[in-house]
Structure formats: structure tokens, C-alpha cells
């Protein structure tokens, strides 16, 4: 009777989550819209995104500008200050991010109300140079060696941040996740939820050493920066999370073998990958100590990850045959205990 209750508890949340979803999109109205572009001073405005802020790219000045809408269920006033005073720390350190532009007004946050919530209405420089598709730059040597190399600037300057007084230190990504994800796991699979508790449990056992875990991207994989031909310029630190090094090394390897379905090609490619992306790396921040102990165990998590939010987004139950196999992917690699890819050292 009690594993029905949380049971049925736990269904009651996810449909509250996606009504939310819908309620959401009904409030962002043409005039939330029109309000941000007002106090932004933005123009010639095109929508780009809506997976979890609503985001435009527009013109301000002589600056192209990306103009951002995020509602209050999502982040809160003090999330969104504090991702933008760790951006403003890096940008003024010199590392190659998107900066936070101020309103009309002057302030680096504005907010638009509607009924009983908010929404947080930010402003960035526009990334330099362009997007890049992984499955044709992957042997580009010069574009890995950048990735790593801004990866290990960031993770330099990172170890001197210190959140002012009157900023929200960033959350744990691994709390997060029971807030975050798992509300939208099918936990009438046992399988799949005692594996992704198994990695969750195991992450929680890794020592929160000071070179080992820091406030870092968490998603620097190759559709959060352009490229200009010899650097990286990295945006959306909408998920910037207090979590081990490694993981920003991990994702950009996950997210670079995605499309390789041969298992002993994807090994291969993969080693290749990480030798060149760690050249660049070690030019600006030592090596993670354990780094190669714990790249799996920072793979199993983003599948744990994908498998929330995925379940979160879509309806599973109507999915297209890409994204069905997409899915099963994920769950085979969560019901074997096994990550993405092997690490050969």
C-alpha cells in the first residue's frame, strides 16, 4: 500500500509538471514579449529557442544580442543572479563566454509579471563566430584543441570564484536531479530506477576536493558555443551547477559520440578525442586528479539525466522511430550499468 501511494504521488507530480508546462506557455504572451524587447532596447527580434527559456536573437545598437525569457517555475531571481555574476566573473577574467548586457534601465535583470509569477528577462552579447556540427568538425584537430583549451581556462578561473555575500551559491547538480528529474522517471521500472540510484549514490561517494569539484558549465557540449576558426566562445549557463571537473570533459565526449553507432569505432574515435581535446585542456588547468575514474561515471549521469528530462518533454508513448531509438538507447546503456563509451586509456 505504501509503494502505491508514492506511486500514485509520484504520477500526480509529473502531470502537475507538464500542466505547468502548458499553463507556462500560455503566459508567455506577445506582451511579456514586447516588454522584454522594451526594456532591452532590442530590435529586428527572431525567436531561436524554447526548450527551457524562451530565447531571441535580435539587434541592440550595432551589437547582435540575445534576448532570454526565463519563468520563475524554471529559475528564480536569485538563480538567475547568480549564473550571471559567475558569467560577468569569467568574462571579466578574459574567458571566452557571451557576457550579460544591462537593460535601459541599467540593470542586468528585468522582469515582466503575470497572474501569480515572473518572468526574468535577460540580455547577452551574441557568441562570436558559428555554430558547429560535431559529426563533420569531430577530426577537426584545431576546434577540439579550442574546446579543451577554453574548458581548462574555465576551469582555472573557476577555483577563484567566490560568490559574494549577497549572491545565491549555485546548486549541487547531483541534489538537483531529485528535483529536476527524478519526479519524470518511469518508476515502474525498478530496473532502470535502482541503476540510476546506483550512480546517483556513487557520485554522492566521490570527495568534493577543492581541484575535483567546482561551479562549472555542466553542458558544454557543441550546440553551447560558436567557433571562429582558432577559439571557442561558450553561452547558456542557464544549467551552471556546483559538480566534478570531469563532467565538463565528459559531456563534450558524450555528446561527440552520439551519432556513432559502431561500438569499437566509437572506442577508437573516442580516444582520439579526449587525447586532443586534454592537449588543449592542460594548456590552461592541470588534469583533474582521477579524471579517468570518474569520466564514467559522469557519462552514466547525463544518460540518467537525458532519461528525466526526456520523459519530462516527450510523450513516450507517441514517440517518432528516431526518437524511440534514441530512448532505448539510453535505456540499454542504464539497465546494463554501462556508459556511452569505454575509456581507453
Known amino acids: 500500500m505504501v509503494e502505491d501511494d508514492a506511486m500514485d504521488a509520484e504520477i500526480e507530480a509529473v502531470q502537475e509538471a507538464l500542466i505547468m508546462e502548458t499553463y507556462i506557455d500560455q503566459l508567455f504572451t506577445d506582451d511579456v514579449f514586447l516588454e522584454g524587447i522594451r526594456k532591452f532596447g532590442v530590435e529586428k527580434v527572431r525567436k531561436v529557442g524554447d526548450f527551457e527559456n524562451y530565447v531571441f536573437e535580435g539587434v541592440r545598437g550595432s551589437r547582435n544580442v540575445i534576448l532570454r525569457f526565463t519563468h520563475s517555475s524554471h529559475r528564480d531571481y536569485e538563480e538567475v543572479a547568480s549564473e550571471l555574476d559567475w558569467l560577468m566573473f569569467l568574462s571579466g577574467k578574459g574567458a571566452g563566454v557571451s557576457p550579460a548586457l544591462t537593460s535601459v534601465e541599467g540593470r542586468l535583470i528585468e522582469t515582466a509579471a503575470v497572474k501569480d509569477s515572473t518572468f526574468y528577462v535577460t540580455l547577452f552579447e551574441k557568441a562570436q563566430g558559428s555554430p558547429v556540427k560535431i559529426k563533420e568538425k569531430l577530426e577537426d584537430i584545431r576546434l577540439i584543441h579550442a ?14 570564484y567566490k560568490p559574494p555575500a549577497h549572491i545565491r551559491k549555485r546548486a549541487d547538480l547531483v541534489e538537483s536531479f531529485e ?5 519524470f522517471l518511469p518508476h515502474g ?3 532502470i530506477v535502482w541503476q540510476i540510484r546506483n550512480v546517483i549514490d556513487t557520485l554522492k561517494q566521490i570527495p568534493k576536493t577543492h581541484n575535483r569539484y567546482q561551479l562549472i558549465h555542466t553542458d558544454l557540449h557543441s550546440g553551447n558555443f560558436f567557433y571562429d576558426g582558432s577559439t571557442i566562445n561558450i553561452f547558456d549557463f542557464d ?4 559538480h566534478f571537473l570531469a563532467s565538463d ?3 563534450p565526449l558524450y555528446y561527440s559520440m552520439l551519432h556513432i553507432q559502431d561500438d569499437h569505432a566509437r572506442a577508437e574515435k573516442a580516444k582520439r578525442f579526449l587525447s586532443r581535446f586534454m592537449q588543449g585542456y592542460t594548456q590552461y588547468s592541470e588534469m583533474p586528479p582521477q579524471l579517468f575514474k570518474d569520466l564514467p561515471h559522469m557519462l552514466r549521469f547525463r544518460d540518467c539525466e537525458l532519461f528525466g528530462v526526456l520523459h519530462k518533454k516527450w510523450d513516450v508513448e507517441n514517440l517518432t522511430p528516431e ?3 534514441f ?3 539510453i535505456r540499454s ?3 546494463s550499468g554501462r556508459a556511452i563509451v569505454t575509456i581507453q586509456i
Open 239 to 242: 544549467d551552471s551547477a556546483y
Open 333 to 335: 546503456r542504464l539497465e
Open 179 to 183: 528535483t529536476q528529474f527524478a519526479p
Open 147 to 160: 574546446w579543451g583549451r577554453e574548458t581548462g581556462r574555465l576551469h582555472r578561473l573557476t577555483k577563484q
Open 189 to 191: 521500472d525498478k530496473k
Open 323 to 325: 526518437r524511440r531509438q
Open 327 to 329: 530512448l532505448n538507447g
Open 249 to 251: 570533459i565528459a559531456i
